[in-house]
């Protein structure tokens, strides 16, 4: 049973930076390609970021290219995204999830985390 856990979510101003971690149980992370996803109150879960297995490749959302950097750290089963010029828009609760290498936005497992919330104040 995979078990995703993502933290380092909190309360910051616009402009602002937030690290946030992901650990994954129950399964290797380097076996997969990885990603962030993040839903906002009233919309659909959508896509964030994903890096693959070696770490090589990043992808991004348009509007997080340039402010957001997608990393893992296989031999911890640890991934990071580090969030910079944090706007209100980026409000959202953000999860991780394992990524289909085929379909990078495509998300591959199908139990999801509590996710860690991020609020980015105006």
């Known amino acids: 049973q995979v078990q995703l856990v993502e933290s380092g979510g909190g309360l910051v101003q616009a402009g602002g930076s937030l690290r946030l971690s992901c650990t994954v149980s129950g399964r290797t992370l380097r076996s997969y390609a990885m990603g962030w996803f993040r839903q906002a109150p009233g919309k659909e879960r959508e896509f964030v970021a994903a890096?693959?297995?070696?770490?090589?490749?990043?992808y991004y959302a348009d509007s997080m290219e340039g402010r957001f950097t997608i990393a893992r750290d296989n031999a911890g089963n640890t991934m990071y995204l580090q969030m910079n010029s944090l706007k209100s828009e980026d409000t959202a609760v953000y999860y991780c999830n394992a990524v289909f290498a085929s379909d990078y936005r495509r998300p591959y497992f199908t139990s999801w985390g509590q996710g860690t919330q991020v609020t980015v104040s105006s």
């Open positions: 890096i693959t297995r070696s770490g090589d490749t990043t």
